[in-house]
């Protein structure tokens, strides 16, 4: 079992999210992190999808997504044929701010990008590994909420879309 | 300008006419009611048939596809009758069958809120078609149904679904249609490699035990005289799969026979002995390989194939030749050496007498009473015309009359292969038989599998569709009993059936029968059957308990095929 990234490109069509996720429902494979997103071209979407799975089955997967009509093209990565990120809030109350927590926050490149009058948001970028470990900081900080993305990755392959969008 | 617009109903049936439908099989309902009543309009450019039920309806547009090569149309309305079609579905796109199905939906403004008949088809369907659009606005009907059918037909065929709301339905639009030949996202004919057809040339030319399996890809290409002569030139056995049956007439001396769980000892035992394995428009699906583990391991293999999804998705393709197969095939047949291999050959019909003594005689012309399934096949033989369609249902039957029906040409069976839909044979026969009234349509069916859809003897009786209905009758669910007695300690849980009385059921329908309980009578029956003008119901009680041999069991590897 290994970690992918799978980058799928679709026309912009009522329910085509529906018709990929079924497509890993039926083998039993978790979707560990999707996220959405317009592409380099107008009006094409891609969705970035992170499973863990085989390598046979990822090639039996993505040639299932792209047999679904509106999916344009459907590409497979492992982790160092990618470049990628995901982005991790982190809501905590004023009471904490102290010099301890600045000093965290500046470690890890974290930012604080709303003040309120109860609460602080805290916004970080990185990998999964980085975020997780300064939630784990942080929970000592009373952190009041958590959420991170699924990851947006571009390849390194030199390939575009192009070449299938005779 | 508004004289030229017209209701989204008409705009409906005026496509349908633009893509040449001239069968619709339907069953009207709130819905769908704007639709049907533009149709009124139309009854001389579009039959369409009203069966009994909307499975009826589907499994009928499915035989109709079948047996033409077109697209089969149905058309329901929302609700309980959308949800009536996904066995249909779900059958069609596992047999690779184009359909378009067209559905009523409640006007735009109730979608979501649990309006009356109401469902949300197109999430229902969305695993069981290859497309599917739910369609809310007049303009979009046209250009939908032109992508439906293009989508359909191409490439690997299938299912799709429209559905249409009942107000799109009523408003104005102008009718303009456009035929559909090309979707940005859709790449239906991928290009054949020039390179692995020289690759599978080579090993083919090197084979010394060289054997092609054949499946439903060859029909649905029209690839039928390129495999004939790429199996002349090189000399190659053939053997086929259940939907592959009449791609080769099995008279043929380079046919071997049939594959899988009950198909021919010969060809599943050597496939484990071939050098080169040509399989050509066919998934391997697990019917087919038995265990795959133990599945023509000492063997190349090529895979000719349209479905990118199909390549090393059951068995790894050394050389796989993505693409049409009427295209490849000729490429091929271009690239090899005329070759025979009749030792190879003689290994094949060695086996097969082996087959015929302890098998086929028993079921052909049995000594012991109690008629066998086989001997009725033997009789349709006899009698019916060389391009006669054999249309059945899923179980013993299924399996005995497929063995034994002589297919001579091409499209001449229509069955649930994948899905093994009970129920499907005799609303595919009304469809087949309603493609070509001259045509010889013959419906094998069980006892089990005729009371799921029984109904259909009115669509069969109202449209006077002169098929031939044979029912097998042993008072068991056949095929489960089989199993039962094989690998559940003969516990008959729930397969026994108590039965009504068939030919009265016939009768009520005004359909002309005939009852046999011996043998004495068979032949007779069967010819008198085969010459009636009209639809008939032909009931013949077989044994109650008989088996369904040769066997791989499952887990079994292919050259494990069990004779008894």
């Known amino acids: ?166 | 300008m508004n004289d030229t617009k017209i209701r989204g109903a008409e705009i409906v049936i005026k496509s349908l006419v633009a893509e040449k439908v001239t069968t619709l099989f339907g069953y009207p309902g709130g819905a769908i009611m704007p639709v049907y009543d533009a149709l009124y309009d139309y009854i001389d450019q579009v039959n369409h048939v009203l069966t009994r039920h909307e499975q009826g309806a589907i499994h009928a547009a499915q035989g109709f596809a079948r047996v033409s090569g077109k697209v089969g149309v149905c058309m329901v309305t929302s609700g309980p009758g959308a949800t009536n079609l996904i066995t249909g579905l779900a059958d069609a796109l596992i047999d690779s069958t184009p359909l378009v199905c067209i559905t009523g939906q409640v006007a735009s403004h109730l979608l979501g809120t649990d309006a009356f008949q109401e469902t949300d088809v197109v999430g229902f369907s969305m695993p069981g078609t290859k497309w599917n659009i739910q369609v809310r606005r007049v303009e979009d009907i046209a250009p939908a149904i032109s992508k439906g059918f293009y989508i359909a037909r191409s490439g690997r065929p299938g299912p799709v679904l429209i559905d249409i709301t009942k107000d799109a339905q009523f408003a104005l639009g102008e009718f303009n249609y456009t035929p559909t030949f090309k979707v940005r996202s859709y790449k239906p004919f991928p290009q054949v490699s020039h390179s692995m057809v020289a690759k599978a040339a080579e090993l083919i030319n090197s084979a010394k035990k060289p054997f092609v399996l054949y499946g439903q890809g060859v029909l649905m290409a029209q690839a039928e005289e390129e495999l004939k002569a790429f199996l002349e030139k090189t000399g190659t056995p053939a053997a086929c799969t259940l939907l592959g049956s009449g791609s080769l007439s099995e008279d043929h001396s380079l046919y071997v026979g049939k594959l899988g769980m009950h198909g021919n000892f010969a060809p599943n035992i050597l496939t484990n002995q071939c050098d080169v394995l040509i399989a050509v428009g066919m998934r391997f699906d697990d019917r087919v390989t038995g265990d795959l583990s133990r599945y023509a391991r000492q063997a190349k293999v090529i895979h000719l194939e349209l479905d990118p999804v199909e390549i090393n998705k059951n068995v790894k393709a050394d050389v796989p030749v993505l693409g049409d197969c009427k295209e490849s095939l000729s490429l091929l047949i271009e690239k090899v050496q005329p070759n025979s291999h009749q030792e190879w050959l003689d290994e094949f019909l060695q086996l097969e007498n082996e087959e015929k003594a302890a098998v086929v005689s028993r079921d052909l012309t049995p000594t012991k009473t109690g008629l066998t399934m086989g001997e009725v096949v033997r009789y349709v033989n006899e009698f019916k015309d060389d391009d006669a369609v054999l249309v059945t249902d899923v179980g013993q039957h299924q399996m005995i009359a497929w063995r034994y029906f002589a297919f001579k040409s091409s499209r001449t069976q229509v069955t649930s292969g994948g899905l093994g839909t009970m129920g499907f044979g005799l609303p595919a026969a009304l469809g087949a038989q309603l493609h070509d009234l001259s045509r010889q349509v013959i419906c094998v069916v069980g006892d089990g599998g005729i009371q799921m859809t029984v109904q259909e003897l009115g669509t069969i009786m109202q449209t006077k569709a002169p098929v031939k209905i044979i029912l097998l009758n042993n008072n068991f669910l056949g095929m489960v009993r089989q199993w039962q007695q094989m690998f559940f300690d003969k516990r008959y849980s729930f397969t026994e059936l108590e039965n009504p009385d068939f030919i009265k059921i016939a009768e009520a329908y005004k359909i002309k029968s005939s009852k046999v309980e011996q043998r004495e009578d068979l032949s007779e029956a069967v010819a008198d059957m085969l010459l009636h003008d009209g639809p008939y119901f032909l009931e013949v009680v077989v044994a109650k308990e008989d088996n369904v041999f040769p066997m791989i069991t499952t887990g079994c590897s292919v050259d494990e095929i069990r004779l008894s």
Do not use: C, W
Request: hydrophobic residues 40%; charged residues 25%.
């Open chain 1, 1 to 166: 079992m290994k970690k992918f990234t799978i980058s799928v490109f679709t026309e912009n069509f009522i329910g085509i999210l529906n018709r990929i996720t079924i497509i890993f429902t039926r083998r039993g494979i978790n979707i560990s992190g999707i996220t959405a997103s317009e592409s380099r071209e107008d009006g094409i979407y891609r969705l970035t999808i992170e499973v863990t799975t085989t390598d046979e089955q990822i090639v039996q997967l993505v040639n299932q997504l792209e047999r679904i009509i509106d999916v344009i093209k459907a590409f497979y990565y492992e982790d160092d044929q990618v470049v990628f990120q995901e982005i991790a809030l982190y809501k905590l109350p004023v009471s904490s701010l102290d010099p301890g927590l600045e000093k965290v926050i500046r470690q890890y490149s974290a930012r604080i990008i709303s003040a309120e009058k109860d609460f602080v948001v805290i916004e970080m970028t990185g990998h999964k590994e980085d975020t997780q470990e300064l939630l784990s900081i942080l929970k000592k900080f009373n952190i009041m909420e958590f959420a991170r993305s699924g990851r947006v990755a571009v390849s390194k392959p030199m390939q575009t879309l192009d070449q299938y969008l005779q």
